[in-house]
DNA sequence: GTGAAAGCGCTAACAC
DNA sequence: GTGTTAGCGCTTTCAC
């Protein structure tokens, strides 16, 4: 099945090769031919292809989605909006999951490389270092729901003084990377004020992989209330987000409220408190990141912070294919704290 | 920026560029030169243009996922299966949503012609028709979680002897499409035959768009009970399987036991039930399709229907890529009912 | 075992 | 306005 070339269409309608590129592109010519040309294109139902033209104009269409997990709503949601705005601009969109691996996101990293694709948008896994060679390529990369960890040296570990102004972490100071995130520091602040309204001391926090900026913001919310103990991370999987949930809750009696930083742990976390016999909010007030749809079906509804998934990937998708304009700015987009009937006063 | 050729590597080696060629895709060369030229290219950095590649070859690598909505697990799910396998394979993955709608679909297909992408894997939103342009252009397609509807004449509605028989919709008598499905027959049969066997007679269900197998198989599994009136569908919107939910649940007072035949269905039929005052398993009974993680956090937990998601994807990924072979068969996965606490017998 | 050269489909520079 | 032509990076004959 060999396919119909750019040749064929200008043999057919009489004229150069040249000339159905112009027509085809919008360029001069007269109306006769241009006609002519479209009709012979439309007849032959001649599709110009993306390698020739690629390869011609040294660089790749389509943009690049790295995501650490589809299976989570929040990523989905974000994958949505990406795809609805490259759709509309007419560009394919390759989709990579990294498992919030830092090696797989190289490794995908790579192959975009040879793929020649050069505007990527991405959920960043690893250091910022894995986007060097990315960088170096030539591509444009925009960040989106998170930014890798600053390597800032973690033996100055926190200042409490610091954590008390109000601009600690600013959307990154001049990186040259923009990115597009929800306002973690706000969603996280007002989560935590809401708690500690309620009368919750002993505020405990459960972390996935990376994420440093809601732990970071949990710490500031937290002020002197912060215990480290509290604070603990599980790794991408199921079963460490159980783990996690389950050590936490089980060696740290007195704590009476929960910050869970995903749906997963969220999920984890319900489940641990009702093996544990501990009633939410009875015995333990949770809120969740991120409003998936089974929020409001749990028993109790949850009590959420929720971000604009949508919206973050189809900002990051115009921030990516704009980028030639100005130069792109980071965005923060709002969070929302949705109260439902997961927290209680402390008991 | 300019990207390093393998023209560079040519020069700095000392060789042409046709030998650094051979050996970069483990062709013949002698022992001195196969080394040279690897650690050139290694020390330039050199990756080979996928772009240069794919024209030279006409056919573009990569394949193809067009899904109706990432933000449905079960599709989150698929997409994953889909792309572990392609990621061990080293192909890249254009990912679209069709959000259900067979122009949108169709729209998506032409994009996929135009970057030569030529083995596409999808969850169909039209009819087969839809795919006529693609198969002519030489793709190799598969289907996977569902198949286009029969365009069986509708007027020789349902023979109830046909459907007591064990076979009425073979994976697709002798189509040119492979498809990776999910037992939908004998995943709704099992419900229907628990709900049954709780003793429930009005049966009802809420299905979306398309989706005709698993309507089918509803029918086939009620045998005698069905009632056309009792088989809703909604379209793709949140809001649709709202109203369904509740135009159903509203209208028809007798129904005792819902089937829901996704999880977006599932949570509307919740919701609704909610809203109505009625409990479940008390009021109603209620099985889902799709085992996504609310439903054991649901009150009460949800007894589902579960589809290996996973699975599906990866093996559709697998007929796809290894279609040079053997003539790639349908596949019928297992369905399992997984009973939690939604069903009760009837009132 | 290796190099020179053709050509995949396309666009852009240049000639007419 | 329109045709001719030169490549974009690569693989693959075909000579040597």
Redesign the pocket.
């Known amino acids: 099945m ?2 119909t ?3 064929d269409v200008a043999e057919a309608a ?6 159905v ?2 027509v ?2 919008g360029g ?3 109306q ?2 241009r006609e002519r040309v479209l009709a012979v294109a439309a007849h032959l139902d001649y599709r ?2 993306a ?3 690629n ?4 660089r790749a269409g389509g943009i690049g989605l790295l995501v650490p997990d589809l299976t989570d709503t929040l990523y989905g949601r974000l994958a949505e909006g990406v795809l609805a705005c490259a759709r509309s601009a007419g560009e394919p969109v390759v989709v990579g999951s990294t498992g919030d691996d830092p090696e797989l996101e190289a490794e995908l990293i790579g192959m975009l490389l040879e793929q020649s694709v050069d505007r990527v948008i991405a959920v960043p896994s690893g250091d910022a270092e894995a986007w060097g060679p990315a960088i170096r390529a030539g591509m444009t990369v925009v960040f989106v729901g998170e930014q890798p960890q600053e390597d800032e040296p973690s033996d100055e570990p926190l200042d409490d003084l610091l954590m008390l102004d109000g601009l600690r972490t600013p959307p990154r100071p001049d990186s040259a990377i923009p990115a597009v995130l929800a306002d973690d520091r706000s969603g996280v602040r007002t989560a935590v004020q809401y708690l500690k309204g309620l009368g919750h001391r002993r505020i405990a926090y459960l972390g996935g992989p990376g994420r440093a900026r809601r732990v970071a913001a949990f710490r500031e919310a937290m002020g002197t209330l912060a215990d480290e103990e509290l604070i603990v991370s599980a790794g991408g999987s199921r079963d460490s987000a159980y783990a996690a949930a389950s050590g936490l809750l089980q060696s740290r009696g007195d704590v009476t409220a929960l910050v869970a930083g995903g749906s997963a742990l969220g999920e984890a976390a319900v489940l641990t408190a009702r093996e544990l016999g501990l009633r939410i909010p009875g015995d333990l007030s949770l809120v969740m990141y991120d409003d998936v749809p089974w929020a409001e079906l749990c028993s109790p509804p949850l009590t959420v912070i929720a971000q604009p998934g949508q919206d973050l990937g189809y900002r990051a998708a115009e921030l990516v294919l704009r980028s030639g304009a100005r130069r792109p700015r980071s965005v923060l987009l709002p969070t929302e704290l949705i109260v439902r009937g997961s927290c209680g006063p402390r008991r």
């Open positions: 060999k396919r070339t750019i040749k009489g004229v150069g090769v040249a000339t590129s112009r085809l592109s001069s010519a007269s006769e031919t110009p292809s390698v020739g033209r390869l011609r104009q040294q």
